[in-house]
């Protein structure tokens, strides 16, 4: 259990993905100031369910990923730069009163059976798919990752990895951030993966 300072966004970041953020709002850059000043660097996010990211009267869903920063760069007119990795997921417990910025009290939500002998295979198996459909949506125009990114031979990272790569929605992505642990994941992330490649190959023979 742990209260952290959180960051609300419009996507659904999962543990293993990079997050670059340009921080503008006061509230946020004083999040940013806090987190600089904290061992740990880090901050929770969860994703807005509706509303926006800046401005408040957002709603906000309640599995999120803690993110460290990695990288700070503050601009000249006080806006500041920062690219953070997600590290673990977590349960929002409770909202507290923003100081400035949003705080929650998060509980970790660890994935059920990380070890299970099955998910090397799956990992194999979905591995290729999904740089397949990466490398069909980048061709498309759509904004992904790189399709030949590196993917940890941890298979429970890889879950994570594979999820944040594939060419899908953002509730598709907050879903499987969802999923009870890592084979459940590959399972969904499989079944998705199906409607998408089949609305890829449609526009690519429309194009």
């Keep these: 259990m742990a209260v952290l300072p959180m960051f609300p966004l419009g996507s659904a970041l999962l543990p293993g993905g990079v997050l670059a953020l340009h921080v503008f709002e006061p509230r946020y850059r004083a999040l940013v100031q806090t987190c600089i000043e ?9 994703l807005i369910e509706q509303g926006h990211e800046v401005g408040g009267g957002d709603r ?13 760069a503050e601009l000249p007119d006080g806006r500041y730069a920062v690219v953070a ?11 507290l009163p923003d100081d400035p910025y949003p705080v929650a009290d998060l509980d970790d939500w660890p ?7 099955e998910l090397a295979g799956m990992v194999d198996e979905l591995t290729p798919r999904i740089r397949r459909a990466a490398a069909l949506a980048l061709e498309l125009g759509d904004q992904v990752g790189d399709p ?27 879903d499987l951030l969802c999923a009870d ?24 023979s429309a194009s």
Aim: negative net charge; proline residues 5%; without cysteine.
């Design 60 to 72: 906000r869903r309640e599995v999120g990923t803690v993110a460290r920063m990695v990288q700070v």
């Design 38 to 46: 904290r061992d740990d660097h880090e901050f929770g996010t969860v």
């Design 181 to 204: 642990g890592p084979a459940t994941r590959l399972r969904l992330l499989s079944e998705r993966l199906d409607d998408v490649e089949t609305v890829l190959q449609m526009r690519l």
């Design 148 to 174: 030949q990114q590196h993917i940890s031979d941890d298979p429970l990272i890889a879950s994570y990895h594979l999820a944040s790569l594939a060419p899908l929605s953002t509730v598709d992505r907050y």
């Design 111 to 117: 994935d059920r059976d990380p070890d299970a002998p």
């Design 85 to 95: 990795v997600g590290t673990h997921r977590v349960r929002v417990r409770a909202w």
